[in-house]
């Protein structure tokens, strides 16, 4: 079975500061992982994926087998980067998500 | 063109009615999901279908019930609804053979449904 965890609900860091947003997964299989963001009012969109090795809005994630982990950052954060961010992983048949983390960034 | 487009927007309804939601995809996707989005954000996925046909049926009432004439159209029928039923529910699309890994989704903006 496949699992995706944010352990934090709540992050709140002021602007410019860094930031890291926590994922954990298990899953038996080689993993495919990805970071959903949601603004607000606005649908879930893809930020990016493990796959792609890119930088989307100056968010990066670098899936690490060893822990289990695909966490994301962003070395200065900005107001506009409010958001809820989901973590995600492709498994059998399916997208599972994590339960979430909404950051809020201070001016 | 909106590629996922669901409706309604908004929902409101008694306790004990019957009511639908549509989805529509025009990305040519072969696999679309329901997901419910509770009052905390927790995100989860309760169906899936592939090609018309249903791949993932997660523990859901079977007052639950996706109906997908064609596979560009997903949409929800819930009978009998409950207070607890109130929630975002998202339709979302990927690109997927159904034996394998889903792709990028591609989301609908939403259904909040509200049962008073």
């Known amino acids: 079975a496949q699992r995706v965890t944010q352990p934090e609900k709540l992050l709140s860091v002021f602007k410019g500061a860094p930031v890291e947003l926590k994922c954990n997964y298990s899953?038996?299989?080689?993993?495919?992982l990805f970071w959903y963001v949601q603004y607000s009012r606005q649908r879930l969109q893809l930020l990016l994926r493990h796959i792609s090795r890119e930088s989307i809005k100056g968010f990066t994630a670098d899936l690490n087998k060893g822990e289990t982990s695909f966490h994301l950052k962003k070395p200065f954060a900005q107001e506009e980067d409010s958001a809820m961010y989901y973590c995600?992983?492709?498994?059998?048949?399916?997208?599972?998500f994590g339960a979430g983390t909404r950051l809020t960034v201070k001016p | 063109d909106t590629a996922v487009s669901q409706t309604p927007k908004y929902l409101v309804t008694q306790m004990g009615n019957d009511k639908s939601i549509k989805c529509e995809q025009n990305?040519?996707?072969?696999?679309m999901y329901w997901y419910k989005q509770d009052s905390k954000k927790f995100l989860k996925i309760m169906f899936s279908?592939?090609?018309?046909?249903?791949?993932i049926n997660e523990t859901v009432p079977n007052r639950f019930s996706p109906k997908s004439p064609d596979k560009a159209h997903l949409n929800l029928h819930i009978n009998s609804l409950e207070l607890g039923d109130s929630a975002v529910y998202f339709c979302?699309?990927?690109?997927?053979?159904?034996?394998?890994?889903?792709?990028?989704?591609?989301f609908g903006s939403g259904t909040q449904l509200s049962v008073l």
């Open positions: 899953y038996s299989g080689s993993p495919e």
């Open positions: 279908y592939n090609n018309k046909e249903l791949i």
């Open positions: 979302a699309s990927s690109h997927g053979t159904g034996g394998g890994r889903a792709e990028k989704l591609f």
């Open positions: 990305l040519g996707h072969d696999t």
């Open positions: 995600a992983l492709s498994g059998d048949n399916d997208m599972r």
